[in-house]
């Protein structure tokens, strides 16, 4: 079975529904779920999902190799971030060159780099007047959000569209692909 490490910032809705929909297919596992924030909702999630996670802090994360022999004793197929925050360090991407995939919440390379995620992204499309966003899934490389794109959906921004309202539609978006994504990169990896 495939094995999928999930990094995690938030809530970890993106990481639940990828931990579900594998479950489901018995195709791949989230084997660990790996987190830069104690009171994030992820880690709830991952309790209930019966899925082993570890937070770690800066310190660990861009001065020692942790995270990076943690990996290492998982040996995954795949890492997704899901909602992760912090820029992945060298380390991680040397180790694992196109092995690691990122969602973001716009059609890249528009609304994408340092301190673009989330509602602050929602925010500018709506209010840039922009009549489409969706999400882009691509590999990390040692850049925001400027590694190749494997895969973009979009959704059309209405003039009533709040950042809110937009923050439903590329949720759904995310759900609906980001697994997909997933599983035909495992299968053709």
Request: glycine share 6%.
């Amino acid at each position: 079975m495939k094995k999928i490490v999930v990094f995690a910032s938030g809530s970890g809705s993106n990481a639940e529904r990828i931990a579900t929909y594998f479950s489901e297919k018995g195709s791949a596992q989230v084997s660990l779920i790996l987190c830069n924030n104690l009171q994030a909702g992820v880690l709830e999630r991952a309790k209930r999902l019966d899925i082993p996670s570890l937070v770690f802090n800066r310190q660990a994360f861009y001065k020692t190799n942790v995270v990076l022999d943690v990996l290492k004793t998982q040996q995954p197929d795949l890492i997704v971030l899901a909602g992760f925050l912090w820029k992945v360090p060298e380390n991680l991407i040397t180790a694992y060159p196109n092995r690691i995939l990122n969602i973001h919440p716009s059609l890249l390379p528009k609304y994408g780099g340092k301190g673009m995620y989330g509602a602050r992204v929602h925010q500018a499309v709506v209010a840039n007047g922009e009549t489409e966003s969706g999400i882009t899934i691509h590999y990390v490389n040692e850049h925001y959000d400027e590694g190749n794109i494997l895969f973009q959906a979009k959704t059309q921004v209405l003039p009533a569209d709040t950042a809110d309202t937009l923050a439903e539609k590329i949720h759904l978006l995310e759900y609906e692909h980001f697994p997909k994504v997933i599983e035909k990169w495992l299968e053709t990896c």
